[in-house]
């Protein structure tokens, strides 16, 4: 199965709702078809090979500030585990501000950035860096998911929410 990298688009009522109720949050996201909703990205294992291309580190020692693009540092709630520890949530404000920066970066740019070898070295999930190209286009397509979740939430002036599961 694996952990798998997920984000939701909610507006501000909803994310307030959540915050206040975090077991809503929890409905929503175990629903039947929230694989269907044209809100919710399922960005499968890439989620730690991303953080890698965006900062050049691993999400575990990563100080960059595009890791906030997949963990805020703003938790629903700290005792919500969704699989693979709480929800973190980003506000539309924050989101418009993260959509600015990523909407800019190109394949070109990430290709720059992966490098198997250090990725294996530093143990960036899912360990498949030996893969090569076929690798690097498995997380262009991860990358590409969020940027279209973000430049949507951004439009719409909506945050979105994070989660590992």
């Known amino acids: 199965m694996g952990m798998i990298g997920n984000l939701l688009r909610v507006t501000n009522a909803e994310l307030e709702a ?4 975090s077991s809503l949050l929890e409905d929503k996201l175990y629903a039947d078809k929230i694989n269907e909703d044209e809100k919710f990205a399922d960005i499968d294992k890439t989620w730690d090979g991303i953080i890698f291309l965006l900062t050049g580190q691993s999400l575990d020692t990563a100080q ?3 890791t906030r693009i997949l963990f805020s540092g703003q938790i629903i709630d700290e005792d919500q ?4 520890g709480p929800a973190h949530y980003l506000t539309p404000e924050e989101v418009v501000e993260l959509n600015n920066e990523i909407s800019k970066i190109t394949v070109a740019d990430l290709k720059q950035n992966f ?4 990725m294996n070295e530093l143990e960036i999930y899912p360990s498949i860096w ?6 690097f286009e498995y997380l262009v397509e991860g990358f590409v998911s969020v940027q279209n979740i973000f430049a949507s939430a951004a439009k719409n002036k ?8």
Request: aromatic residues 6%; charged residues 30%.
């Open 18 to 21: 959540y915050l206040e109720d």
């Open 64 to 66: 960059h500030h595009l």
């Open 81 to 84: 585990d969704l699989g693979l």
């Open 115 to 118: 490098n198997p070898e250090k």
């Open 130 to 135: 030996n893969e090569g190209d076929d690798a």
């Open 158 to 165: 909506e945050a979105i929410i994070t989660f590992i599961n």
